[in-house]
C-alpha cells in the first residue's frame, strides 16, 4: 500500500490525515492502528479521512489509535478546515461528519474556528446506559455527561493536576453506564471565565488536547452555572477559546501542518 498522508496537530492533539477525495485506496482497521504506533508506524491520536460530499465542502471520516470509529473530533476538524481553506483561498467553507454539518471560518491571527454544534445533554443521546441525571451522574465525584456526537463525562476537581488520570480515565471509558465507552475530562475552575481542563480519550488513552473534550466542559461548567457561555480552556497543550452560542459551541485556535508523508503498508 502506497499511502499519501499529511501529519496536523491543534495543541498537540496529533493527527494523521488522509485525503481520499477521488480514487484513493482507504486504510482498514488493521492498517490504522499501524499507523497509530509511536514506535513502529507514525503515531497520532485520532486519523481523519477527507471525502467527497455532495451536501457539503468535503466528509471527515475519524478513527482512534485503537481502529474503532468517532462520530467527532474537533481539533482534527479545524486542522482539515484551515488546510481546505489554505487549498481554496476561502476564508468559510462547511465539513460534514457523522456528527453532522459544522460551518468553519478563518477567525484571524493564524487561528480557525469550527461550530461543533450544540451539546447533547439528554441520557439517551448521549448514550447512558439508562435513564439517569446527566447534570450528575450515580459515579464517585458526580460527573456530568455530554454528547457532542461522542460521548464525554465530566469531573469538577479542586485541582487537575492533582488527580491519577492514567488510573481514572480507562475505569470511567469501560464504566458500564458508557455503552459506547466515553471521553474522561478532569476540570477545575481557574477564573470566572477560564477553565484548567486535563483529558483521557476514548479508544485513545491521555492527550494534550481534544476539541470536542473542550465543548463539552464549557458546555457542563455552564450548565452548572460555573462559568458563562465564553470561555478560555488551558490544556496540556495550549489554550483554546470556546463560546457557546444560539447556533452552537464554537472552538477556536491554533493549528499546524506538520510534515507530509507515505506510508508504504
Not at 206 to 214: F, I, N, R, V
Not at 226 to 241: F, Q, R, Y
Request: with cysteine.
Amino acid at each position: 500500500m502506497r499511502l499519501p498522508f499529511m501529519k496536523m496537530h491543534g495543541l498537540g492533539n496529533d493527527f494523521v490525515v488522509i485525503d481520499g477525495r477521488g480514487a484513493m485506496t482507504l486504510p482498514d482497521s488493521d492498517t490504522v492502528m499501524a499507523i497509530a504506533d509511536r514506535h513502529r508506524g507514525v503515531g497520532f491520536d485520532q486519523l481523519a479521512v477527507i471525502s467527497d460530499d455532495d451536501a457539503a465542502d468535503a466528509f471527515l471520516t475519524f478513527y482512534n489509535a485503537d481502529g474503532s470509529t468517532s462520530a467527532a473530533c474537533g481539533n482534527a476538524t479545524r486542522c482539515i478546515a484551515r488546510h481546505l481553506m489554505d487549498e481554496t483561498g476561502r476564508d468559510a467553507l462547511r465539513l460534514r461528519t457523522e456528527h453532522g454539518i459544522l460551518p468553519a471560518r478563518d477567525a484571524g491571527n493564524g487561528l480557525t474556528s469550527v461550530n461543533m454544534g450544540p451539546a447533547r445533554t439528554r441520557w439517551d443521546e448521549i448514550p447512558l446506559a439508562g435513564a439517569v441525571d446527566t447534570l450528575s451522574l450515580p459515579i464517585e465525584g458526580a460527573p456530568v455527561a455530554t454528547s457532542m456526537g461522542n460521548p464525554h463525562c465530566t469531573f469538577f476537581v479542586e485541582d487537575a493536576e492533582a488527580v491519577d488520570l492514567a488510573r481514572l480515565g480507562p475505569a470511567i471509558e469501560h464504566h458500564p453506564l458508557f455503552p459506547q465507552r466515553t471521553n474522561v475530562q478532569v476540570v477545575h475552575v481557574a477564573g470566572p471565565d477560564r477553565l484548567r481542563m486535563r483529558v483521557w480519550e476514548r479508544g485513545v488513552g491521555l492527550t494534550l488536547a481534544s476539541g470536542s473534550s473542550s465543548c463539552a466542559v464549557a458546555s457542563a461548567a455552564h450548565r452548572r452555572g460555573l462559568t458563562g457561555p465564553e470561555v478560555t480552556i488551558k490544556l496540556d497543550g495550549g489554550d483554546i477559546a470556546i463560546r457557546i452560542a444560539g447556533d452552537g459551541i464554537w472552538m477556536t485556535g491554533p493549528t499546524a501542518h506538520v510534515f507530509d508523508g507515505i506510508w508504504r503498508g
